[in-house]
T-cell receptor
């Protein structure tokens, strides 16, 4: 079962920042937080991941709370092409019998509106 | 980098036939690949973990004799849906990890999926 909780849907105005929350209150010390998104009829696209520090790349920023029980994905200037289902996944680093597999929950459907 | 390619992107075939789907890592070697299935308006469901040179590991409830997985090289895994029936119609997606493979914190990268329709 997925170990994360996300709101089923969110709206965002084009050009504004989209802040997508994720709760992972049972996260373990060796689990990373990954974000993927899936645009209709395509495979998921990797966005960003982190362990405990905030992370930023060319696509987004990931803010992880100090207790690591929740995180927020920030798309700084949402465009219509950012409309997708966003998945927050906790993943154990592989090794010690783990395969590092990803278990997807239901995600958040983000609708960016003009 | 880290491109994963799937082929075919869509296929339509008659009930009872077998269908093979290929998943290739184009610019990296992948000792582990993963196969997912997605039904309309649902999330991705992990079917199996494909291990290069050894047997695949199937998730609970997935029939290994129905969904044959072969991972004969570090850049290719195949999923064969045997004796396919209409209920096997779905979107099949593979993924693979880059440097360090699945045994690292490197992200998995996904193919664009194969839409399978069984008539």
């Amino acid at each position: 079962d997925a170990k994360t909780t996300q709101p089923p849907s969110m709206d965002c105005a084009e050009g504004r920042a989209a802040n997508l929350p994720c709760n992972h209150s049972t996260i373990s010390g060796n689990e990373y937080v990954y974000w993927y998104r899936q645009i209709h009829s395509q495979g998921p696209q990797y966005i960003i991941h982190g362990l405990k520090n905030n992370e930023t790349n060319e696509m987004a920023s990931l803010i992880i709370t100090e207790d690591r029980k929740s995180s927020t994905l920030i798309l700084p200037h949402a465009t219509l092409r950012d409309t997708a289902v966003y998945y927050c996944i906790v993943r154990v680093r592989g090794g010690s019998g783990n395969t590092g597999k990803l278990i997807f929950g239901q995600g958040t459907t983000l609708q960016v509106k003009p | 980098g880290a491109v994963v390619s799937q082929h075919p992107s869509w296929v339509i075939c008659k009930s009872g036939t077998s269908v093979k789907i290929e998943c290739r890592s184009l610019d990296f070697q992948a000792t582990t690949m993963f196969w997912y299935r997605q039904f309309p308006k649902q999330s991705l469901m992990l079917m199996a973990t494909s291990n290069e040179g050894s047997k695949a590991t199937y998730e609970q409830g997935v029939e290994k004799d129905k969904f044959l997985i072969n991972h004969a090289s570090l850049t290719l895994s195949t999923l064969t849906v045997t004796s396919a029936h209409p209920e096997d119609s779905s979107f099949y997606i593979c993924s693979a990890s880059g440097t360090g493979g699945a045994l690292s914190n490197q992200p998995q990268h996904f193919g664009d999926g194969t839409r399978l329709s069984i008539l």
